[in-house]
DNA sequence: GAGGCTAGTGACAGTCACTGACAATTGACA
DNA sequence: TGTCAATTGTCAGTGACTGTCACTAGCCTC
């Protein structure tokens, strides 16, 4: 492995200034009301160049995102095959909420990521990307603990179904930890302790009965 | 009740016009390939008009399937209130399918909603507002459970977690109908029947065991 | 049934995201 | 140092969408 020469460190600094002035103009001001222009001429390149970098404006909202759930997605393939398909979803969570605070700290401060998260989740255009990519990772989940299990996905639904229903789940955490006050990097994890807990429960034909 | 005056006709024939020809246009040749201006030429009336019925060019891709979520929706309500939640949500799918067929041929032909809803499934910016719209439609149904079951939606997680779990097997539902060959409403009501069956065993903590 | 009121429409100009083409620049490397 | 290739900037254009204002046509009153 070689030492990135001089264009590939000026590339790499010119991307996390891109990232760093939208994720802050987008926080400050709101999404739409941040022109494109605006980012550029801060960061001073041309417009063509932000384009070249991320293939729309909300490409950009993502970039710290999309780090995340790749973390995410190492972590599930590195769960013991010993678990079933639902503890290994569950334990990949957990287990990355405590390591990925400092992978992103190399790339912005946590609490832009936080306050980007929640912009994300209440700007309607940037939410509905949101939701469209959560479902490209559950394909790949999908495929992840069926190989686990040594079944087809195409043949049994069931490693889409498990996994629909968790991400579900974990939409509403996400959701609630947004709308809720305490924004921090344990209130997530806590809520997406609890949240899991409950699915199990959420299914029994009759709450009444159990409360 | 009065009846509609002529304004009020003619606007219903714009606005359904507006969504026929889109729909035609979209199915053809694709969401993106077609142009509003395409669109108002075909009707011919401005594109400024176009606007006022639609705040978007997604929008009236939307406006059947609206029409279908509001029928559900009310087919949830109806159900009576001795079944537990999630055979609510099931029964009012499983109807739903049945009545639902007649409500769209009044606006568009069957098999133009149904060729529409795949173009939906298929292009990645209607995908995504389409998700956003089912979580919209999911805060509904989550209230509408917490009622039924006498509980308060924002203290007690377990509405909208198994509503989140419940929409998330539908959607895989509409995903794998529309990869796969059969495309009638049967094929769609009997994936649903038999998803729906599959997720309390999807949900057990080891598959090997009870295959 | 003439005339005023107003909802609905069209025409026009402008903004913003995004793209293709080509020229200018600047690391990389012989 | 000079050449090559990657990167960037400039420019012109498209398409979605919005504000404004004038105009047309149902509607309603007298």
Redesign the pocket.
Known sequence: MTLP????R??QR?REALIKVALELFTAHGYER????EIVDTV??????F???F????EVAFAVQQMVEERFVEALRRRPPGEGPFDALRNAVLSGWDTIGDAITEVVPLDLYLRTFQMIESTPALLAVHLRRSTEMEETLARIIAEREGLDVDADPRPRIAVAAFSGVMRVTGQMWGRGTDQSLEAIRALTEQYLDHLGAALAPRWRDRT
Chains 1, 2 share one sequence.
């Not at 941040?34 to 222009?37: G, I």
């Not at 293939?55 to 909300?58: A, L, N, P, V, Y």
């Open positions: 020469g001089l264009r590939e000026k590339k010119t941040t022109t494109v222009d001073e390149v041309s417009q063509r160049t384009f070249r970098y293939s729309s404006k909300e």
